[in-house]
Nanobody
Protein backbone atom coordinates (compact mmCIF):
# COMPACT_ATOMS: atom_id res chain seq x y z
CA UNK A 1 0.00 0.00 0.00
CA UNK A 2 1.37 3.39 -1.03
CA UNK A 3 1.19 6.24 1.44
CA UNK A 4 1.98 9.93 0.90
CA UNK A 5 2.96 12.16 3.81
CA UNK A 6 2.96 15.92 3.24
CA UNK A 7 4.57 18.62 5.34
CA UNK A 8 5.50 22.28 5.15
CA UNK A 9 2.22 24.15 4.97
CA UNK A 10 1.41 27.15 7.11
CA UNK A 11 0.64 30.85 7.26
CA UNK A 12 2.76 33.27 5.26
CA UNK A 13 2.47 36.92 4.28
CA UNK A 14 1.97 37.96 0.65
CA UNK A 15 5.28 37.92 -1.16
CA UNK A 16 6.66 35.27 1.16
CA UNK A 17 7.83 31.73 0.51
CA UNK A 18 7.01 28.22 1.64
CA UNK A 19 8.38 24.81 0.77
CA UNK A 20 6.14 21.77 0.75
CA UNK A 21 7.45 18.22 0.95
CA UNK A 22 5.78 14.91 0.25
CA UNK A 23 7.37 11.56 1.04
CA UNK A 24 5.99 8.43 -0.59
CA UNK A 25 6.32 5.02 1.01
CA UNK A 26 5.38 1.53 -0.07
CA UNK A 27 5.90 -0.42 -3.25
CA UNK A 28 6.42 2.23 -5.92
CA UNK A 29 7.59 1.56 -9.49
CA UNK A 30 10.57 3.63 -10.55
CA UNK A 31 8.61 5.05 -13.48
CA UNK A 32 6.02 7.37 -12.01
CA UNK A 33 4.74 10.92 -11.91
CA UNK A 34 4.49 12.97 -8.73
CA UNK A 35 2.76 16.28 -8.41
CA UNK A 36 0.84 18.86 -6.47
CA UNK A 37 -2.79 19.94 -6.70
CA UNK A 38 -4.73 22.41 -4.61
CA UNK A 39 -8.30 22.99 -3.55
CA UNK A 40 -10.09 26.02 -2.16
CA UNK A 41 -13.32 25.64 -0.16
CA UNK A 42 -16.28 25.12 -2.46
CA UNK A 43 -14.10 24.70 -5.56
CA UNK A 44 -12.77 21.75 -7.50
CA UNK A 45 -9.27 20.49 -6.98
CA UNK A 46 -6.92 22.04 -9.52
CA UNK A 47 -3.59 21.15 -11.01
CA UNK A 48 -0.49 22.98 -9.77
CA UNK A 49 2.60 21.11 -11.01
CA UNK A 50 3.90 17.66 -11.90
CA UNK A 51 7.31 16.07 -12.35
CA UNK A 52 8.18 12.77 -13.96
CA UNK A 53 10.77 10.31 -12.69
CA UNK A 54 13.15 11.63 -15.36
CA UNK A 55 12.70 15.23 -14.21
CA UNK A 56 10.33 16.65 -16.82
CA UNK A 57 8.02 19.26 -15.33
CA UNK A 58 4.77 21.00 -16.11
CA UNK A 59 3.13 23.91 -14.30
CA UNK A 60 -0.22 25.61 -14.17
CA UNK A 61 -0.05 29.04 -15.80
CA UNK A 62 -1.04 30.67 -12.50
CA UNK A 63 2.16 29.49 -10.77
CA UNK A 64 4.73 29.57 -13.58
CA UNK A 65 7.79 31.58 -12.61
CA UNK A 66 6.86 31.50 -8.91
CA UNK A 67 6.68 27.81 -7.99
CA UNK A 68 9.32 25.14 -8.59
CA UNK A 69 8.73 21.41 -8.33
CA UNK A 70 11.60 19.02 -7.68
CA UNK A 71 12.07 15.45 -6.54
CA UNK A 72 14.56 13.12 -4.94
CA UNK A 73 14.06 9.69 -6.47
CA UNK A 74 16.25 7.97 -3.90
CA UNK A 75 13.91 9.21 -1.17
CA UNK A 76 10.66 9.02 -3.20
CA UNK A 77 10.07 12.61 -2.17
CA UNK A 78 8.67 15.53 -4.12
CA UNK A 79 9.03 19.19 -3.18
CA UNK A 80 7.20 22.36 -4.10
CA UNK A 81 9.08 25.60 -3.55
CA UNK A 82 6.57 28.44 -3.56
CA UNK A 83 7.87 31.99 -3.89
CA UNK A 84 6.13 35.35 -4.31
CA UNK A 85 3.02 33.90 -2.74
CA UNK A 86 -0.30 35.64 -3.29
CA UNK A 87 -3.56 35.52 -1.31
CA UNK A 88 -5.11 33.58 -4.19
CA UNK A 89 -2.60 30.78 -3.57
CA UNK A 90 -4.43 30.04 -0.32
CA UNK A 91 -5.72 26.46 -0.47
CA UNK A 92 -5.22 22.94 0.78
CA UNK A 93 -2.34 21.47 -1.21
CA UNK A 94 -2.43 17.77 -2.04
CA UNK A 95 0.44 15.56 -3.11
CA UNK A 96 -0.27 13.10 -5.92
CA UNK A 97 1.52 10.00 -7.17
CA UNK A 98 0.49 7.99 -10.19
CA UNK A 99 1.96 5.15 -12.18
CA UNK A 100 0.81 2.64 -14.74
CA UNK A 101 1.40 -1.09 -14.63
CA UNK A 102 -1.48 -3.02 -16.14
CA UNK A 103 -3.71 -0.18 -14.99
CA UNK A 104 -3.16 3.37 -13.73
CA UNK A 105 -2.85 3.71 -9.98
CA UNK A 106 -3.37 7.10 -8.32
CA UNK A 107 -2.64 8.05 -4.72
CA UNK A 108 -3.28 11.23 -2.75
CA UNK A 109 -1.84 12.69 0.41
CA UNK A 110 -4.00 13.99 3.24
CA UNK A 111 -3.42 17.62 2.27
CA UNK A 112 -1.63 20.52 3.90
CA UNK A 113 -3.08 23.99 4.40
CA UNK A 114 -1.33 26.99 2.88
CA UNK A 115 -2.67 30.39 3.91
CA UNK A 116 -1.33 33.60 2.40
CA UNK A 117 -2.53 36.58 4.37
CA UNK A 118 -1.26 39.76 5.98
Amino acid sequence: QVQLMESGGGLVQPGGSLRLSCAASGSIPSINIMGWYRQEPGKEREFVAIITDSGSTNYADSVKGRFTIARDNAKNTVYLQMNSLKPEDTAVYYCNLRYTTWKTETYWGQGTQVTVSS
